[in-house]
T-cell receptor
Framework: LAKTTQPISMDSYEGQEVNITCSHN???????ITWYQQFPSQGPRFIIQ???TKVTNEVASLFIPADRKSSTLSLPRVSLSDTAVYYCLVDGNTDKLIFGTGTRLQVFP | ETGVTQSPTHLIKTRGQQVTLRCSSQSGHNTVSWYQQALGQGPQFIFQYYREEENGRGNFPPRFSGLQFPNYSSELNVNALELDDSALYLCASSLVVGRSEQFFGPGTRLTVL
């Protein structure tokens, strides 16, 4: 399974757009890119999944360039409640998930 | 529709003891996976059950074992507890086996003294 690299932490202010980039240089042809969000003392929550180009849902957007060696999770107009750890996963759409250490996003008022 | 539930919320055990953690999957989900999350780390896959059979296992020793029942609820058993077993244990269920959209429970915080 491809290994992912993401920033350990990021800070933002309420109302700003936050972009978290994930590197996955060894991504395989059948790998999907999936992002999860985790609040303290809770289980992770699925945010978004994509294979290529751009995917958007009510929570976030996921941008994937043509070479698929990286991806960017975009959170529009963050609020304090978006403070959490965000995990980037790359897998063959398997349910045996492999998490890294994630990116801790802190949103300030 | 109820979400994934886990019990107990917190548990304190001593080294060498045995523990059983329980999980009720989301309604209609027949696949249950267990994860261990140490402090400051991402969750690590322990094993998965699909229709009462083990369907994949991560890099965990045999003293970690599990069961899935006909109603798709599940148990995680850990024997001969070690200090390093202290962690948040997460259960996740999915509607279709093989899909990476997992629905996680709130976890059980296990402390081994």
């Amino acid at each position: 399974l491809a290994k992912t690299t993401q920033p350990i932490s990021m800070d933002s202010y309420e109302g700003q757009e936050v972009n978290i980039t994930c590197s996955h240089n060894n991504i395989a042809t059948n790998d999907y890119i999936t992002w999860y969000q985790q609040f303290p003392s809770q289980g992770p929550r699925f945010i978004i999944q994509g294979y290529k180009t751009k995917v958007t849902n009510e929570v976030a957007s996921l941008f994937i360039p043509a070479d698929r060696k990286s991806s960017t999770l975009s959170l529009p107009r963050v609020s304090l409640s978006d403070t959490a750890v965000y995990y980037c996963l790359v897998d063959g759409n398997t349910d045996k998930l492999i998490f890294g250490t994630g990116t801790r996003l802190q949103v300030f008022p | 529709e109820t979400g994934v539930t886990q019990s107990p919320t917190h548990l304190i055990k001593t080294r060498g003891q045995q523990v059983t953690l329980r999980c009720s999957s989301q309604s209609g989900h027949n696949t249950v996976s267990w994860y261990q999350q140490a402090l400051g780390q991402g969750p690590q896959f322990i094993f998965q059950y699909y229709r009462e059979e083990e369907n994949g296992r991560g890099n965990f020793p045999p003293r970690f074992s599990g069961l899935q029942f006909p109603n798709y609820s599940s148990e995680l058993n850990v024997n001969a507890l070690e200090l390093d077993d202290s962690a948040l244990y997460l259960c996740a269920s999915s509607l279709v086996v093989g899909r990476s959209e997992q629905f996680f429970g709130p976890g059980t915080r296990l402390t081994v003294l």
